[in-house]
């Protein structure tokens, strides 16, 4: 019925212990079973007989199976497994871990991430452009942004601070303020982007640099706080689109008149509404006339608008007593990004001016109260002056020619310097012009009519010529009709030199004409026995520029007392130091319409120091003129004791 070899090879195919051992001929006692159903079917008289014959075939065939070669049962209570290659196993296993892990990390990361994971490092923004320009050249930077997380942005506001010198002209996407300056973008879903390009001017100075710089400003979903990210990019000004062009002599005789022409190359009609010539401040150089004249806020500056074809004409002299070797300057094109000129002006272009100074045959010099460049004067002072001349050549100079030009502030044809009252022991003539109406033009002129060796100056002869000049005071007119605050005085001399005339200029003496403000201090005594009662006032008169920033200060000596009681102050306010016996009298402002102001008060000497000499300190006065920025320094007189 069943064949020996099938049954054997399907049980050693199944690796089993004893129990599947049972199992196996379990399977076969049923299958047999169900065979013997059928054939009882067909023989039931024979059912039990044949039943018994085939149980006992059954067995035997199962021995045959299991018996051992000599005929004996193997033992098979023990059954072993058969064993597999470990490596394969484990590499299998480490197969599917690494299937699985893998798996999780993506469905963590992209489906079950939680909307509310945010980092700010998610959020980004740049901003990219050209890092070296042109003056004046439209240039476009464009900034970008990107949410690269999946995390909503709200309130999102993106702000640009542009650098000083750049000028707006237009962006890919409207600004939302005035100052162009800001985008409200709203929200910013997760893994969105955008960019917005904004287009301009830059200027500055040539080689300086200039920086925009960003910010995104925003909320994170779920985030009440605000966030902001930020980034710059620095801007080169590296070139300038014009040239500046300077034609000038290259060598010159000390103490004669230079001239420059100045102009930018390459500038439009409409560059010239915002460029302008500087010459950088030199004492040894004095402007002594221009075309077009000189700004009238900033000394030595000329506007090129100002100026006919884009030309600057500028005349001066070169102080040789001020030179070491030979004369220079430095000259710029300055201009600025529009008509406000709220900053200073950037530097397009610099060049340097060097000439070379020739010894000149007649070396001249004119003095004004000590000085031969500048100083401050007072209505009410007066100007000594002195010229020198000399021959420090080996030929004669003739017919010489010597005049001092005072330039001085005027009210109508009426100038602030007193003419009728000039002292002048050589008669000078005087000529009078009026060149505008607040200014006044006088003129002192010697030639061999008031000095008869100024026919001819022979080698190393000297000549000086003296005068004094007033300048009127509160006394002689009212002040507050003149409203400048300057006066020049400058020495020109013509002379010949083997038949060809010359003409040498000085540089002109520039004296600041500071307010008329003085100082009086007085002192009353009352005797109470031994003891002194000093009742002091300190007296301020003004009526020529207003003042401010007035300060005045004493120190008082000895054994005293002060009488709080007896202070009487005009103006201002008093401090009065007692620890150290200092006071202190400050005033913010005095207008010139307020010409006094006093101040009082009182102090007992209660016992007397026999080497005590002065009851106060000189008093020290300091204030500021507001039309000259000048600063004036006074002192006024000290109390003394014991009568003196």
């Keep these: 019925m069943f064949k020996k070899k099938n049954i054997k090879k399907e049980v050693e195919e199944t690796d089993v212990e004893n129990n599947d051992h049972k199992f196996v001929k379990k399977e076969l006692f049923v299958e047999e079973s169900e065979k013997e159903e059928e054939t009882e079917k067909k023989n039931k008289p024979d059912r039990k007989k044949d039943k018994q014959e085939h149980e006992k075939e059954i067995s035997e065939k199962l021995m045959e199976i299991y018996e051992n070669n000599d005929g004996t049962m193997p033992d098979m209570t ?91 002209t237009e962006a890919s996407r409207n600004p ?48 009440n706080s605000e966030f902001q990210k930020a980034d710059s990019l620095v801007v080169e000004i590296a070139e300038s689109p014009y040239n500046l062009i300077v034609e000038a002599p290259e060598q010159i005789v000390s103490g004669s008149e230079v001239e420059l022409t100045i102009y930018a190359e390459q500038a439009s009609a409409e560059d010239l509404e915002n460029l302008a010539v500087e010459i950088e401040s030199n004492a040894s150089f004095s402007v002594r006339d221009s075309s077009p004249k000189q700004d009238q806020f900033v000394e030595n500056r000329w506007n090129l608008k100002d100026a006919e074809g884009g030309k600057v004409t500028i005349k001066g002299v070169f102080d040789s007593a001020l030179l070491e070797e030979d004369g220079n300057l430095v000259i710029r094109l300055v201009g600025w990004k529009d008509e406000d000129r709220s900053v200073g002006g950037y530097v397009y272009k610099s060049q340097e001016y060097l000439v070379k100074i020739l010894e000149a045959d007649l070396i001249s010099n004119l003095v004004i109260n000590g000085s031969s460049s500048r100083l401050t004067v007072q209505p009410g002072e007066t100007l000594n002056g002195t010229i020198v001349l000399r021959n420090s050549g080996e030929t004669p100079l003739k017919k010489v020619v010597a005049r001092v030009v005072f330039d001085a502030p005027a009210s109508g044809k009426d100038s602030i310097l007193n003419w009728t009252a000039i002292d002048n022991p050589q008669n000078a003539d005087i000529v009078g012009e009026q060149l505008s109406v607040g200014t006044r033009r006088g003129i002192l002129t010697w030639d061999r009519d008031q000095i008869l060796d100024l026919r001819q100056i022979d080698p190393a002869e000297e000549i000086i010529a003296d005068f004094s000049l007033p300048i009127k005071s509160a006394e002689d007119v009212d002040l507050i009709d003149y409203v400048g605050s300057q006066i020049e005085a400058t020495l020109e001399i013509r002379y010949e030199l083997d038949g060809e005339n010359k003409l040498i200029s000085s540089a002109p003496i520039i004296m600041i004409l500071n307010s008329d403000a003085d100082l009086e201090v007085r002192d009353e005594i009352e005797y109470n026995g031994e003891q002194e009662k000093h ?53 913010e402002k005095m207008p010139t319409t307020l010409d006094v102001i006093a101040l009082q008060f009182s102090v007992t000497l209660k016992s007397k120091n026999p080497s005590q000499t002065n009851l106060t300190s000189k008093v020290i006065f300091e204030a500021t003129d507001t039309i000259t920025n000048e600063q004036i320094l006074m002192m006024g007189k000290e109390i003394l004791l014991n009568g003196e």
């Excluded at 452009?129 to 506001?157: F, S, W």
């Excluded at 982007?193 to 200039?210: A, E, N, R």
């Design 535 to 587: 009742t002091m006032t300190w007296v301020i008169t003004n009526s020529f520029h207003e003042l401010k920033d007035i300060k005045l200060e004493a120190d008082i000596y000895g054994d005293i007392e002060w009488h709080d009681e007896d202070l009487t102050v005009g103006g201002g306010e008093v401090t009065y130091d007692e620890a150290n016996k200092k006071l202190i009298w400050k005033i």
């Design 78 to 168: 023990h059954f072993e497994k058969k064993k597999r290659s470990s490596f394969i196993r484990s590499l299998f296993v480490l197969l599917a871990a690494c299937l699985f892990l893998a798996g999780t990390a993506w469905i963590g990361f992209f489906v079950l991430q939680p909307k509310s994971h945010f980092s700010e490092s998610g959020v980004i923004i740049s901003v990219s452009g050209e890092e070296k320009v042109k003056v004046g050249e439209v240039q476009r930077y464009r900034v970008r942004y990107r949410n690269a997380q999946n995390v909503d942005l709200t309130n999102v506001l993106l702000q640009i601070r542009y650098p000083e010198g750049f000028i707006f």
């Design 176 to 223: 939302t303020n005035e100052a162009k300056g800001e985008w409200i973008l709203g929200g910013l879903q997760g893994q969105d982007s955008g960019y917005i390009d904004i287009y301009g001017k830059m200027y500055g100075t040539v080689g300086s640099q200039q920086s925009f710089r960003i910010f995104l400003n925003y909320k994170a979903e779920n985030f």
